[in-house]
């Protein structure tokens, strides 16, 4: 049985920037209940509190903060990258020590957006571009998908268990 990371705060763990949650989904959960779910916040693991005040990346990209070209920062300028590197690898470590292939991950969060990030400027606006986490992970070869997209996470997990 494939197994998978997820965000923690699609579980309904309270580990969100803010203090909150979201979900939990229904099909999260029942791949938890089948004891697939590897569960980790990557902001946590890097050692962040919860809550802790918002933090975005400057165009968005967590490849550049990977790449050590670009900072993740709070609303208050405090630079937290260490932090979210810190998050990435813990993850990359659950990933390889479980062999997981498939992660779900937190739409939008600087750690583990896939497709679309904050664009630095803490106004709400969205750019292409993906989390710190999504990138290590998705650089490992793990395809990372959001809570929008359980669909094709679902469909790719059938796809490696045929495999």
Not at 48 to 77: F, M, N, S
Not at 83 to 89: D, H, T
Not at 141 to 159: I, P, S
């Given at each position: 049985?494939?197994?998978?990371?997820?965000?923690?705060?699609?579980?309904?763990?309270?580990?969100?920037?803010?203090?909150?949650?979201?979900?939990?989904?229904?099909?999260?959960?029942?791949?938890?209940?089948?004891?697939?779910?590897?569960?980790?916040?990557?902001?946590?693991?890097?050692?962040?509190?919860?809550?802790?005040?918002?933090?975005?990346?400057?165009?968005?990209?967590?490849?550049?903060?990977?790449?050590?070209?670009?900072?993740?920062?709070?609303?208050?300028?405090?630079?937290?990258?260490?932090?979210?590197?810190?998050?990435?690898?813990?993850?990359?470590?659950?990933?390889?020590?479980?062999?997981?292939?498939?992660?779900?991950?937190?739409?939008?969060?600087?750690?583990?957006?896939?497709?679309?990030?904050?664009?630095?400027?803490?106004?709400?606006?969205?750019?292409?571009?993906?989390?710190?986490?999504a990138a290590l992970l998705r650089r490992?070869?793990?395809?990372?998908?959001?809570?929008?997209?359980?669909?094709?996470?679902?469909?790719?997990?059938?796809?490696?268990?045929?495999?």
């Open positions: 049985m494939e197994k998978l990371l997820v965000s923690r705060c699609l579980l309904g763990h309270k580990v969100r920037y803010d203090g909150g949650a979201h979900g939990p989904y229904g099909l999260l959960q029942r791949w938890q209940e089948e004891g697939r779910v590897v569960p980790l916040c990557p902001e946590v693991a890097g050692g962040l509190p919860t809550p802790r005040p918002p933090a975005e990346i400057p165009g968005g990209q967590g490849g550049g903060v990977l790449d050590g070209t670009l900072p993740v920062l709070t609303d208050a300028g405090d630079d937290v990258t260490a932090a979210f590197v810190a998050g990435a690898e813990a993850a990359l470590a659950l990933a390889r020590q479980h062999g997981l292939r498939v992660a779900v991950l937190k739409a939008r969060s600087p750690s583990c957006g896939n497709t679309h990030n904050y664009d630095g400027s803490f106004s709400g606006h969205l750019v292409e571009g993906e989390g710190v986490t490992a070869g793990v395809k990372v998908f959001n809570e929008q997209q359980l669909a094709e996470a679902a469909a790719e997990l059938g796809r490696l268990e045929g495999a």
